[in-house]
């Protein structure tokens, strides 16, 4: 349950921003540039309002569905013991968190600085700090829950790879064993000797192929990988539905804002501002895009090696076994949804660009 004092914490600063902001906007500096007109203020509201609503949902969804958590990690631990490999050492995990605190603190710090200079004539730094300072800290935890989700779905992602490796294993170990079938049949049995004979000498163990016990595991682990990105699902679906809203207005805004300064004042500092916005809510957007387009990317690997391996000469039972891991993988896909409204892959962004040039040309219009 939400208790009272975390309502609190998450409110105020809510409240906070929308009144400083309210102050700010009030300047005629800033209003002859964010305020002039009756489509400009709509725009304006909603460029604000997609920062704000995204981190008061993410409080009351992460409360709420705590649940969802513990099935997640009780998931990933079944899925270890399962597969029983760990895996290996990435340095993608770093690169990602370092590159988004670092890109997005200069994204805030440059549009700071530029509010300073802008504003400072009208009333002192520390005023600026309060006005704005709730706003960032909201746009921040924003940028905090797309890495959780980030690392949510790399992780399951991770764990695909990994059962993919042991299915190529399985392949390796089902063509040597087969090699050494076919060599048995058109040698004779004194060279046949020979060569099992330099086998053990080089301490090299003939390999077999997988047993039904394996297969098993294989098919359990896929289908506890599908229950982790329902969790997902189920836990985040909300909170990621509002934050690419959020990226969809703001590449709407920020682009239309842009356009206004070029034609209306020209100032460097604000069209480098916007143009630095711009590519940050780009870069978001990829950050929730990506770990799912590459979950889908290794699934359809998965079907692959399942294939190779159904041709390979094996066991009756362990080839109905694989079909029955093949017909799972058609059936129980591991898909990321936006609250089930929309799949979450590379096909978004297109859908989203052909949006975002629709509403433009709507803007400029009526403009």
Same mark, same amino acid.
């Given at each position: 349950?939400?208790?009272?004092?975390?309502?609190?914490?998450?409110?105020?600063?809510?409240?906070?921003?929308?009144?400083?902001?309210?102050?700010?906007?009030?300047?005629?500096?800033?209003?002859?540039?964010?305020?002039?007109?009756?489509?400009?203020?709509?725009?304006?509201?909603?460029?604000?309002?997609?920062?704000?609503?995204?981190?008061?949902?993410?409080?009351?969804?992460?409360?709420?569905?705590?649940?969802?958590? %513990?099935?997640?990690?009780?998931?990933?631990? =079944? !899925?270890?013991? @399962?597969?029983?490999? #760990?895996? +290996?050492?990435? $340095?993608?995990?770093?690169?990602?968190?370092?590159?988004?605190?670092?890109?997005?603190?200069?994204?805030?710090?440059?549009?700071?600085?530029?509010?300073?200079?802008?504003?400072?004539?009208?009333?002192?730094?520390?005023?600026?700090?309060?006005?704005?300072?709730?706003?960032?800290?909201?746009?921040?935890?924003?940028?905090?829950?797309?890495?959780?989700?980030?690392?949510?779905?790399?992780?399951?992602?991770?764990?695909?790879?990994?059962?993919?490796?042991?299915?190529?294993?399985?392949?390796?170990?089902?063509?040597?064993?087969?090699?050494?079938?076919?060599?048995?049949?058109? %040698?004779?049995?004194?060279?046949?000797?020979? =060569? !099992?004979?330099? @086998?053990?000498?080089? #301490?090299? +163990?003939?390999? $077999?192929?997988?047993?039904?016990?394996?297969?098993?595991?294989?098919?359990?682990?896929?289908?506890?990988?599908?229950?982790?990105?329902?969790?997902?699902?189920?836990?985040?679906?909300?909170?990621?539905?509002?934050?690419?809203?959020?990226?969809?207005?703001?590449?709407?805004?920020?682009?239309?804002?842009?356009?206004?300064?070029?034609?209306?004042?020209?100032?460097?500092?604000?069209?480098?501002?916007?143009?630095?916005?711009?590519?940050?809510?780009?870069?978001?957007?990829?950050?929730?895009?990506?770990?799912?387009?590459?979950?889908?990317?290794?699934?359809?690997?998965?079907?692959?090696?399942?294939?190779?391996?159904?041709?390979?000469?094996?066991?009756?039972?362990?080839?109905?076994?694989?079909?029955?891991?093949?017909?799972?993988?058609?059936?129980?896909?591991?898909?990321?949804?936006?609250?089930?409204?929309?799949?979450?892959?590379?096909?978004?962004?297109?859908?989203?660009?052909?949006?975002?040039?629709?509403?433009?040309?709507?803007?400029?219009?009526?403009?």
């Amino acid at each position: 349950m939400v208790t009272p004092r975390a309502t609190n914490a998450f409110i105020t600063p809510l409240i906070h921003s929308i009144c400083g902001l309210s102050q700010v906007y009030q300047l005629e500096v800033v209003y002859l540039i964010r305020m002039a007109n009756s489509t400009e203020r709509y725009v304006t509201f909603s460029d604000v309002s997609v920062v704000l609503f995204p981190s008061f949902f993410g409080v009351l969804m992460t409360t709420f569905k705590i649940d969802n958590y %513990i099935d997640y990690y009780n998931q990933l631990r =079944k !899925i270890d013991t @399962l597969l029983q490999k #760990n895996p +290996p050492k990435s $340095k993608k995990y770093r690169v990602v968190l370092v590159t988004t605190v670092f890109f997005t603190a200069v994204i805030l710090i440059f549009d700071f600085v530029l509010w300073v200079q802008l504003t400072c004539p009208y009333g002192g730094i520390l005023s600026i700090v309060a006005s704005y300072l709730p706003y960032y800290t909201c746009y921040c935890f924003t940028v905090v829950m797309e890495l959780v989700y980030w690392q949510f779905v790399h992780t399951i992602k991770t764990k695909i790879m990994l059962l993919n490796n042991t299915l190529r294993e399985a392949i390796e170990d089902c063509s040597v064993d087969n090699f050494m079938r076919i060599d048995r049949k058109k %040698i004779n049995n004194v060279v046949d000797t020979l =060569k !099992i004979h330099d @086998l053990k000498k080089q #301490n090299k +163990p003939i390999k $077999k192929t997988p047993n039904l016990q394996q297969i098993g595991d294989l098919i359990c682990a896929y289908e506890t990988l599908s229950e982790a990105a329902n969790s997902v699902n189920d836990c985040y679906g909300l909170v990621i539905l509002i934050v690419i809203l959020g990226c969809l207005i703001h590449l709407l805004v920020t682009p239309y804002a842009l356009y206004g300064l070029v034609l209306n004042t020209g100032d460097r500092m604000f069209i480098v501002s916007q143009s630095i916005w711009m590519f940050g809510h780009v870069l978001r957007l990829l950050l929730i895009v990506e770990p799912c387009h590459g979950c889908l990317i290794e699934q359809a690997n998965t079907s692959a090696l399942i294939c190779r391996l159904m041709c390979m000469e094996m066991d009756k039972q362990v080839k109905k076994s694989l079909k029955f891991f093949f017909l799972c993988l058609s059936q129980r896909k591991i898909e990321f949804t936006a609250f089930g409204l929309t799949k979450i892959n590379r096909e978004l962004l297109t859908g989203i660009a052909g949006a975002v040039t629709t509403y433009l040309v709507i803007l400029f219009q009526f403009n």
